[in-house]
């Protein structure tokens, strides 16, 4: 009870995270009776989407809703006081996961070659790398081993939505929600206002303790 009081924040964001990849599976077939075959199921895509489509559509949501979510985590920390280094490390775990499950499916449909024949694409890969690095890096030991070089290494995370966002937006998808939430991000950052909102949770406490 004692751990589980403790530890449900990241664990649900795990279980947040798995579960949609078991609609993944439910659109291949598996076959290791002759070497190892992974073959789409026909018609598993719904609202007209082949199947492939619909590995596309969500994986890439699944990819951009995780990248959008850790990057509100400083944002909420400041608004509201709460954070958890845990949860935040989780978050950043689904995002890699399902952006690399993202570019597998590509790799698998169209080959490796086939990143480098649209803009778009190229700014999803150089985002998939950027999200791998960030993955490794984002608990306590690497904090402490990396410094100050952590935070720096860390804010190459704006680079990976922007990259996102631009991806999906050349795809002609949605991605203004994605944005928007982002921004207000953002701007809760900036410095000044920062300071303000702190300053004006802590007299609120000190008033109501
Ligand atoms: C090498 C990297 C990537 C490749 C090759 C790639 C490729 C694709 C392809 C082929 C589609 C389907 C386009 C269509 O239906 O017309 C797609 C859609 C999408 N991708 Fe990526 N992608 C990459 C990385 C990313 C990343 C890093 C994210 C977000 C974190 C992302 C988010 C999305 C989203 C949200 C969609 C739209 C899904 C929908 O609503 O149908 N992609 N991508």
């Excluded at 664990?11 to 798995?18: D, E, R, S």
């Excluded at 590995?55 to 959008?68: C, D, K, L, N, Q």
């Excluded at 790398?129 to 100050?148: A, E, F, Q, W």
């Excluded at 990259?163 to 953002?186: E, R």
Aim: charge should be positive.
């Amino acid at each position: 009870m004692k751990f589980l009081k403790g530890n449900y924040g990241w664990m649900l964001v795990a279980i947040l995270a798995i579960l949609p990849l078991f609609v993944i599976f439910s659109m291949v077939q598996i076959d290791v009776t002759n070497g190892l075959s992974i073959t789409l199921i026909e018609g598993a895509g719904s609202e007209g989407m082949t199947t492939l489509e619909m590995m596309y559509h969500v994986s890439g949501e699944f990819a951009i809703r995780w990248m959008t979510a850790v990057l509100t985590c400083t944002p909420f920390f400041i608004l509201f006081g709460i954070s958890n280094l845990f949860v935040r490390q989780a978050m950043g775990i689904a995002t890699a996961v399902w952006s690399l499950l993202h570019f597998v499916i590509f790799l698998f449909a169209e080959g490796f070659l086939e990143t480098f024949t649209q803009v778009n694409y190229v700014a999803g890969f150089v985002a998939v790398l950027i999200v791998i690095p960030l993955m490794i890096t984002s608990n306590r030991r690497s904090m402490k081993k990396l410094k100050s070089k952590w935070k720096k290494l860390q804010s190459f995370s704006y680079a990976a939505i922007f990259l996102s966002l631009l991806h999906v937006a050349l795809l002609d998808k949605t991605w203004v929600i994605y944005a928007v939430i982002v921004g207000i991000g953002f701007v809760i950052r900036i410095p000044y206002i920062k300071d303000r909102i702190i300053r004006f949770r802590k007299n609120r406490k000190a008033v109501t303790a």
